[in-house]
């Protein structure tokens, strides 16, 4: 396997330029779907080659309990800089494992807690909470998906903006949007150069709803209009895996993309521009990525699978 | 939360006093007047024990939820919040939780910046008025 063992770990830096790019050339929809898939692709790769490197080096520990053919110089010889390699690759695992751990524990607790808030009220799709505090989100609960939004928050703004308040958490939930965030934020855990991902998605997904929004009330100034209204008047979202109106993302490049043309839906980018370029380096990086880390798996078991004694 | 009353953090169980507190408060709400402990406990049915009825009504009370007033050896009890403003201390309870732990949040509630802002107000202040109504 060798130094391919290491690309995996590296390779997610050939999404940076596409994550940059995206958001003002691609439709949020794309984009969001296509820094998913290359954001878990590459988390995924990245966290195998940490465990293929993780048995060689716990092979070397005194007193572990895999067997004694897995410390032969023959398996150490697979892996570059195996001494050090290997060890460090151990505390890296396990961190990687804990954060994405908390991570998800994190999500489904505050899900459950905010199901568990609105316990005792009607069944209805929109909970409207006697608050001055404004805020809103869309709080997804499988068959029963919810808007809850504070009596400050519709206050400030008129009925046509509430509409697009409401086509935008709709949006968010029809389209389960924190599937997506939940899974960049779970990468970007798994492997520190997916940051870039994670806050492009973050992004991109209210993007989304925001054009999905434009489209359901017939008027992108009334969105800009009712993004703007809220971001003023809210504070931030407690969470970036609940998504709500006006808090994800720079608010103003929301509102400015809204003022602007509507992005085009159904169209590649020609690779001879700088985000066709951007996005087929990026699908290049993942698929080497895919690649290396299949290699480096499939090496590794033939090369233990020789070296146990049977 | 008083976990000696609740028998530990024991989720189901949990979850069971979330939906008695939203029984409790709406048996309040269907009461003529003040009531006693008791008084609820027969209007809430499903054999729950008076001690557990005193637990949540002072669990209530403590969440502003309801009043109490002293009438001559027992407490009578009024609701303050209804269901919807109980579900709001709860939801605002798990926000402020979220926002005291997460540092992600600083990033957030930073999200609009002074100078967002001031770029806000101007995009607002140049999109073209379309027929409030």
């Not at chain 1, 572990?64 to 505390?91: H, M, Q, T």
């Not at chain 1, 068959?143 to 046509?160: E, K, P, W, Y």
């Not at chain 1, 809204?258 to 690779?271: D, E, I, N, T, V």
């Not at chain 2, 209804?82 to 540092?103: H, I, K, P, T």
Request: glycine share 8%; proline share 7%.
């Amino acid at each position: 396997m060798g130094v391919f063992v290491f690309l995996p770990l590296v390779l997610p830096l050939t999404a940076w330029p596409v994550a940059r790019l995206a958001e003002q050339h691609l439709h949020p929809r794309t984009a969001t779907w296509l820094l998913t898939g290359v954001a878990a692709v590459l988390a995924v790769c990245s966290t195998l080659c940490l465990a293929l490197l993780m048995v060689v080096g716990t092979a070397q520990l005194p007193g572990n309990p895999l067997p004694d053919g897995w410390s032969d110089p023959e398996v150490r010889e697979a892996v570059p800089y195996d001494e050090v390699a290997g060890k460090a690759a151990i505390p890296a695992l396990l961190a990687v494992i804990t954060s994405c751990w908390s991570a998800a524990w994190r999500h489904r607790r505050v899900r459950k807690a905010s199901g568990r808030a609105l316990r005792g009220l009607p069944t209805r799709s929109v909970a409207v909470l006697p608050d001055g505090m404004p805020y809103a989100y869309a709080l997804p609960g499988g068959r029963r998906d919810r808007i809850v939004v504070s009596t400050g928050m519709l206050a400030a703004l008129s009925s046509r903006e509430r509409r697009a308040l409401f086509a935008h958490e709709r949006a968010h939930l029809a389209g389960q949007h924190h599937r997506f965030l939940l899974a960049v934020q779970l990468a970007a855990r798994a492997n520190p150069f997916l940051r870039p991902l994670r806050s492009a998605v973050t992004y991109t997904a209210e993007r989304w709803a925001d054009e999905d929004a434009a489209r359901a009330v017939g008027s992108r100034r009334t969105v800009a209009v009712a993004i703007g209204r809220a971001a003023l008047i809210s504070r931030g979202s407690p969470l970036a895996t609940l998504a709500s109106l006006a808090a994800a993302g720079p608010v103003p490049r929301r509102v400015a993309a809204l003022l602007g043309p509507a992005p085009h839906a159904h169209r590649w980018p020609s690779l001879f521009t700088a985000v066709g370029l951007a996005t087929w380096g990026a699908a290049a990086g993942t698929t080497v990525s895919a690649l290396s880390s299949a290699n480096s798996a499939v090496t590794l078991f033939f090369i233990l699978h020789a070296a146990t004694p049977l | 939360m008083d976990v000696q009353n609740t028998g530990g953090a024991d989720p189901s169980r949990r979850r069971a006093q979330g939906e008695l507190e939203a029984q409790v408060l709406s048996a309040l709400g269907r009461a003529p007047g003040p009531v006693t402990a008791g008084w609820v406990q027969e209007h809430i049915g499903g054999g729950i024990a008076y001690t557990t009825v005193m637990t949540i009504l002072t669990r209530l009370q403590a969440k502003g939820a309801v009043a109490r007033e002293r009438v001559g050896r027992s407490f009578q009890w009024t609701p303050v919040a209804d269901e919807a403003g109980l579900a709001a201390w709860r939801m605002r309870r798990v926000l402020d939780a979220e926002s005291d732990r997460q540092a992600v949040l600083a990033s957030f509630v930073t999200t609009l910046s002074p100078r967002d802002e001031q770029l806000l107000r101007e995009l607002l202040a140049q999109a073209p008025e379309d027929g409030e109504d």
